[in-house]
Each structure stands twice: as C-alpha cells, then as structure tokens.
C-alpha cells in the first residue's frame, strides 16, 4: 500500500498541493519566523543572531601556545593532532606504495556490481518528498506551538531536531522505494552484517589515500581565499556549534553531525543519486556530477572543490565495495574530525582575544 502510494502521482500532488496552500494562507500573517516566535514567549531564546556572530580564530602560531595553557585543550589538541598527523603520513606511505608496487593499476578495477537499480522518476519523489517536508516543518512547530506552548522549542534546538527528523524520514522514504526492489530493503545498498569489516576497512584505505592530498587542497585554497578576500563560509550547523551552551543541545547536534546525517546523505547522495546517474552514464561522469551536487548543497563557496573531491572518493568507495558501508564509515570519521577541530576552537574562542 505504501508503495503504491509512493510510486503514484496523485499523492504527491496532494500533498504539494497541501504545503502551498499552508503558504499561501500565511501570506497575509507575515512571515512563519515572525509568528512563530510570538507564540514562544515562555522560552528563553539561545543566541541566533547569526548576522552578527563572527568567530575569530587566534593565528595557527598561537594554538598550541593557548592550548598548552589548559589541560583539557592540551589533551583535545594533541590527540587530534596526532590523528591528523598520522592520516597524513600514513596517506604519504600507501601513495608510496601504490606507485613503487604498481598498485595504482588496480584502483580503477571494480570487482563488485551495485545491486540496485534507480530511476530518476525515483530520484525526483524523494526529492520532492525532502523537500516537501522541510518546508513543512515551520508548520509542525507552529502546530506545536499551538497546542501546547510549554513544548516550544527555541531556534537551536528546533532547527537541529527539525534536521534530525528530516534525515530520519528521508532514509525511511528511501528504504520504503528500496523494499520493491529487494528485501530487506537495504541489502539493496550492500549493508548487510557480512562484509562489514571489509567494508569499512576499504573506506578507511580509500580516506587514508585521499587524504594528504585533500589537506593540501585546503590549504592551498585558504591561502588563495585570503589573497582574493574571500571569507569560508559557515555552515549552519558549525555556526551552532559556536553559539550554543547547553551540554544536551551539543550532544544532539554531534549525533545529526557525525552519525545520523551522514548515514541519511549517503543513503541519498550515493545510494540513490549517484545510482540513478550510474545507469545512464559511466562511473567517471556519475561520480563527477553526483560530486557537484554533493558538494552544491553544502553552499561552501571556498570549500567547493574539497568537498567536491570528497564526494567523488564516497562515490568511488560505493562503486567499489558496492556498500554503503564503506562511504558511511569515511563520511562518519571525516564528520567527526571537523567536528573535534571546531570544539577545539570553541574551547579556544574565549581565550584568543
């Protein structure tokens, strides 16, 4: 039944139609932010202003000065200097190897056939349906709001939760497409419980190779941002990083961070987007564009290009092990170093002016 309702076309024409209807009905109340945040008088709102919120990181000189001062940071800044030490070396010897060995030969052979098979009528449902429901959400706290005021959620909270759902029911709705194909459904995308440590260790041979050179890409384009005057941008979820205090908000945000939104964009991104170019292009140009778009809706001008390479390593990783497993494992722990480094620097902000 689900199934049908999903393959079919009238239920998405209901409930587009349904979303913009809400919308238009609101036109007159001005705007959604507006009305929901006179509804929320019993919450004391966290710090939101994000046009004014700028984050000055003291000069690379001085971090190991400042955390060397405090005990906490000096464990934090070593530990993850030591990870990014040994990523880089380690990234250095398997490139070694791979050209002394003639192992680089083997990097574009593709052992495995990914099991399932995606159409972009697919692709565009769950899209739509993405899409659909995060403009639906301001309608969900409102409707919150509404019934019970004393559940009202203040802006960080609402927009990590509001996050966290939206990934959650994307990869139900994935799954829910994949069960016509296979079952269970996500042996559709090789995560099966055999296998997994094979698969993982492929990521973190494929991340470890990568790596170097994905660092001296940064930093090449900082140094080429700093001499145009171009300033990184910061993605909403680093910005709350920054501005939250409350130890349960940070927790949640380090799990949509680091665990449950990259599972939910590897699900999307590789699983279903790149296999829908996959079957209508080859492996070069469907990791290409499947890497554009990637790297498009992360709105990083200035790290465009790193995360475009990223993206095409995760498309690699999945053409190659034909598991989710193994771009999950490298999203999962590339994730959680940017996290660690900006915790670091929050840890850092109120000792650096």
């Known amino acids: 039944m689900i199934q049908r309702f999903l393959h079919g076309r009238l239920f998405y024409i209901i409930f587009g139609a349904l979303v913009m209807s809400l919308y238009v009905k609101t036109l007159g109340m001005g705007s959604l932010e507006s009305i929901t945040s006179s509804q929320s008088l019993h919450v004391e709102e966290a710090p939101t202003d994000a046009s004014s919120?700028?984050?000055?990181?003291?000069?690379?000189?001085?971090?190991p000065q400042v955390a060397m001062s405090h005990r906490r940071?000096?464990?934090?800044?070593?530990?993850?200097?030591?990870?990014?030490?040994?990523?880089?070396?380690?990234?250095v010897l398997v490139a070694w190897w791979a050209v002394t060995t003639d192992g680089i030969r083997s990097v574009w052979r593709f052992p495995v056939t990914l099991r399932s098979r995606w159409s972009f009528g697919e692709l565009g449902r769950i899209t739509f349906l993405a899409v659909a429901v995060a403009f639906l959400m301001p309608f969900v706290r409102l409707a919150i709001l509404s019934v019970h005021p004393a559940w009202s959620l203040d802006q960080n909270l609402w927009v990590t939760a509001s996050?966290?759902?939206?990934?959650?029911?994307?990869?139900i709705a994935i799954l829910a497409f994949a069960e016509d194909k296979t079952r269970p459904a996500w042996a559709a995308f090789g995560v099966s419980p055999r296998g997994v440590a094979r698969s993982m260790k492929s990521g973190l041979l494929g991340y470890l190779a990568i790596f170097p050179w994905l660092c001296g890409l940064l930093v090449l384009i900082m140094q080429v941002s700093r001499l145009l005057g171009l300033e990184p941008s910061v993605e909403p979820i680093h910005r709350l990083i920054f501005q939250e205090r409350r130890l349960p908000v940070l927790v949640l945000t380090a799990v949509l961070a680091c665990l449950i939104g990259p599972i939910a964009e590897e699900f999307f991104?590789?699983?279903?987007?790149?296999?829908?170019?996959?079957?209508?292009?080859?492996?070069?140009?469907?990791?290409l564009v499947s890497a554009v778009l990637f790297s498009l809706i992360h709105t990083n001008v200035v790290g465009f290009v790193p995360i475009l390479l990223l993206g095409m390593l995760l498309?690699?990783?999945?053409?190659?092990?034909?598991?989710?497993?193994?771009?999950?494992?490298?999203?999962?722990?590339?994730?959680?170093?940017?996290?660690?480094?900006?915790?670091?620097?929050?840890q850092l902000a109120p000792f650096s002016g």
């Open 53 to 63: 919120w700028r984050f000055e990181s003291p000069e690379p000189s001085q971090l």
């Open 73 to 91: 940071l000096t464990v934090m800044f070593a530990v993850l200097l030591l990870l990014v030490t040994g990523l880089f070396v380690g990234g």
């Open 163 to 171: 996050m966290l759902l939206l990934d959650v029911l994307m990869v």
């Open 269 to 287: 991104f590789r699983g279903v987007v790149y296999a829908a170019l996959r079957q209508r292009s080859s492996r070069l140009i469907a990791m």
């Open 315 to 346: 498309a690699y990783l999945y053409e190659r092990t034909g598991s989710l497993i193994a771009p999950m494992t490298v999203h999962i722990l590339h994730n959680t170093l940017l996290l660690s480094l900006a915790m670091i620097f929050r």
